[in-house]
């Protein structure tokens, strides 16, 4: 038996498109459904197990992302796409995916218009070019290449390579967006090469590309059709190339007939040399432009772009930076493939949401973004699981999708996996997992969170966090399955549980932090033949009959101890180890108080002592608590309250077998009672353990005869049963 959990609230929960589940099932079983195939020595791929199987463009683009959102995808998935009649392609994501030149020749046959290659570590340029050849680029519109290289042998190894990037130049002709972040070019001298069809947005963020005077005014300066112009730096990269103040201050300053007539966005980001007099002459003389990056910058302080009774303020501009909330989500939305922005902008994001009155979704999914798109930076999954914490606490969770709560919890299990020695985060996460709606309402890896917060039980001493952890691991575990409940408690964590309710015990401390920890065991022990085995085996009897000894006067404490107790003597091969006559006695006295739940558990295990057939030599004679377990029992009579949680009869059923009619009235009655509460639970359970037949038996037999109680609340249980069965029709 367990302590009868807390009844949740159920969610609602609005179904997701049809499309979006079988994309998802299709990501999680690819290999299932396809098979695989050679496509030219050495290759192999995988491909449909229906050869004519055709996706549209929309499925084709989406079932590639998910996938590679997955982090499943490889040159053998990848062949998937291989054949542009059967799945069209037209924008195309591959960042940090494991692909090589090999895979990337699978989408050489599509006319794609849109490609993200950047991040790809077994990639280079000079292979992304070999793989599409001379025409498989000639409609891109959108290209990025950033960190080709340079995320595999670090900034400082990468090669020269602007020849590359001028022959990319001469086979992307339709380019109008280009991304070359941190790629290993020093000049833009290839940018003359789109003048018969000018670039629309150039993003140069942290290369080694030296933006002198003449390169900035002269030969990016004349781009009459530019919009979009990124050279923002990182400032807090180990490589940081800071351009001269006055080559920007130059830039910013040049009127817009001599300077990029049509740029509506810039974004200087990291160049904290440039003056706020010299963003302010930008500013004023392009009233066209609707964007300025300026993070890891102190000019995103300036009055003209905060203050909204400035004379110069601008409300339709969008800013990026650290100093109001707005710059900051603006920020996290623009710059998801730039970690240490990333990081800088979620530590300033938790300043700013300690009080949030209402859920902010856009903001939580940029989080959310964030931290799955790099779990192994330690200072963004600690920025942002603080985030978390402030944007889902307290009531705040109730605005907010119970399937973005499961997408944030398996976040935060991620996160404790990978830094399990570091506390401060692992705090962070347990935190945001003790939630009521997220514990009670929310889908997601019980027995993977329990393991993880009891490692934290195990792991750290600081009282906030294992009170914490008890409190979360005590609600998760009476949702795992029996097998679960297995695999969790192992000797360590026994032994740990022992180990704190001693400490507890001998400081005579009754707080959060004991009773939890108790319900945690008593949920282990449930039905746990071998768990109850290692409760007894480390010293768990010893130390709860001095709990039951020291703690008279506290109900919860004694009823806890005495489910565990339970608990064992369900198993019949521990029964012997309870034979201890200050037990015995304890029980004896508890049986007659006034507290039904103390008095319910006290009589169960008297109920299965008693019951068993082995000799009894203790000093209290059997028939004694014969007596006093039957005149218990009819006290009772028609309790209202809800006692106990069972998971099987069997136990009770074979209880109710006993030749002790005493043991069998307690027996029935707790059937009667968890019947009577709870029909749609527990009577379809009575019969399908075969209830209605031991019941029928009992009746038939010379106890029911001899004491007509016994046959009362047997036959009784029948007409709850009846009664439930004809309601059902």
């Avoid at 038996?1 to 499309?19: D, F, G, H």
């Avoid at 069209?88 to 993200?116: F, I, P, Q, Y």
């Avoid at 952890?469 to 409940?485: D, N």
């Avoid at 180890?577 to 049986?591: G, P, Q």
Wanted: charged share 25%.
């Amino acid at each position: 038996m367990a302590e009868e959990p807390s009844t949740p609230v159920i969610a609602c929960l609005s179904p997701q498109t049809l499309q979006v589940i079988c994309l998802e099932y299709i990501s999680e079983n690819l290999h299932r459904l396809c098979v695989l195939r050679k496509h030219g020595e050495p290759m192999e791929g995988l491909q449909f197990r229906i050869p004519d199987t055709i996706l549209n463009m929309e499925l084709s683009e989406n079932l590639l992302r998910k996938i590679c959102e997955k982090r499943k995808i490889s040159d053998v998935e990848l062949m998937l796409f291989s054949n542009p009649n059967a799945t069209m392609l037209k924008r195309v994501w591959l960042s940090s995916c494991n692909v090589t030149r090999r895979g990337l020749r699978a989408l050489a046959g599509h006319k794609l218009v849109e490609l993200d290659a950047s991040r790809l570590k077994h990639v280079s340029l000079e292979d992304l070019l070999d793989a599409f050849g001379k025409h498989g680029l000639e409609q891109i519109k959108k290209l990025n290449i950033g960190w080709l290289e340079v995320c595999n042998r670090g900034y400082l190894t990468a090669h020269n390579e602007d020849y590359l990037v001028r022959e990319l130049a001469a086979r992307t002709k339709q380019l109008e967006n280009l991304d070359i972040s941190m790629a290993g070019v020093e000049t833009l001298l290839f940018l003359d090469t789109f003048k018969k069809v000018p670039l629309k947005a150039l993003t140069v963020f942290h290369t080694s590309v030296d933006f002198s005077d003449t390169l900035l005014l002269r030969d990016i300066g004349k781009f009459k059709t530019l919009q979009h112009l990124d050279i923002s730096m990182d400032s807090k990269s180990y490589v940081f190339v800071e351009y001269s103040a006055d080559t920007f201050c130059k830039f910013l300053e040049q009127s817009p007939a001599m300077c990029l007539p049509q740029l509506t966005s810039l974004d200087i980001s990291g160049n904290r040399q440039v003056k706020e007099s010299s963003l302010k002459v930008f500013f004023d003389g392009r009233p066209q432009v609707r964007f300025l990056g300026l993070t890891q910058t102190v000019l995103c302080e300036a009055e003209f772009l905060t203050d909204d009774d400035h004379v110069d303020y601008r409300p339709n501009i969008k800013v990026t930076g650290h100093y109001t909330e707005e710059q900051i989500m603006e920020g996290l939305r623009r710059y998801t493939n730039r970690p240490t922005y990333l990081h800088q902008l979620l530590s300033c994001l938790f300043d700013k949401t300690h009080f949030l009155e209402h859920s902010e979704l856009d903001t939580l999914q940029h989080v959310v973004n964030a931290m799955k798109n790099y779990p192994n930076s330690l200072g963004i999954q600690m920025a942002g699981s603080a985030c978390l914490y402030n944007l889902t606490k307290y009531e705040l969770s109730d605005g907010i999708h119970v399937s973005k709560l499961t997408e944030v919890i398996n976040i935060v299990l991620d996160a404790m996996t990978v830094f399990p020695e570091r506390e401060q985060l692992q705090n962070n996460c347990m935190l945001v997992l003790r939630n009521e709606r997220i514990l009670h309402d929310v889908n997601f890896d019980y027995l993977r969170a329990s393991q993880l917060t009891m490692q934290c039980l195990r792991q750290y001493s600081d009282m906030s966090m294992c009170r914490t952890a008890s409190i979360i691991t005590s609600i998760l575990v009476h949702k795992l399955t029996t097998e679960q409940k297995a695999t969790l408690g192992t000797t360590r964590v026994i032994q740990k549980l022992i180990d704190i309710i001693a400490m507890k015990a001998e400081e005579y401390s009754v707080n959060t932090l004991l009773k939890m920890t108790m319900k945690i065991l008593w949920s282990l022990t449930d039905e746990l033949p071998g768990i109850c085995t290692t409760f007894i085996n480390e010293g768990g009897f010893d130390l709860y009959l001095h709990i039951l000894q020291k703690f008279k006067d506290e109900a919860v404490i004694h009823k806890r101890a005495l489910g565990v107790l339970n608990n064992v003597a369900e198993v019949k091969a521990l029964r012997p180890r309870l034979m201890h006559n200050d037990l015995l006695a304890l029980l004896h006295e508890a049986l007659s108080n006034t507290d039904i739940e103390v008095a319910y558990f006290a009589c169960g295990i008297v109920a299965l002592l008693i019951g068993d057939s082995q000799p009894w030599t203790m000093r209290i004679p059997r028939s004694e608590f014969t007596h006093i377990l039957y005149d218990t029992v009819l006290r009772w009579g028609d309790y209202t309250g809800r006692l106990v949680a069972y998971r099987s009869f069997r136990p009770i059923l074979s209880l109710l077998q006993s030749q002790n009619h005493s043991s069998q009235l307690w027996a029935a009655w707790t059937l009667w009672h968890t019947c009577a509460k709870r029909p749609e639970r527990y009577c379809p359970m009575l019969k399908s353990e075969g209830g209605f037949a031991v019941l029928h038996l009992v009746l038939q037999g010379e106890n029911c005869k001899s004491f007509p109680h016994l046959k009362d609340v047997c036959e009784s249980i029948l007409r709850i049963v009846e009664k439930h069965r004809h309601n059902k029709r």
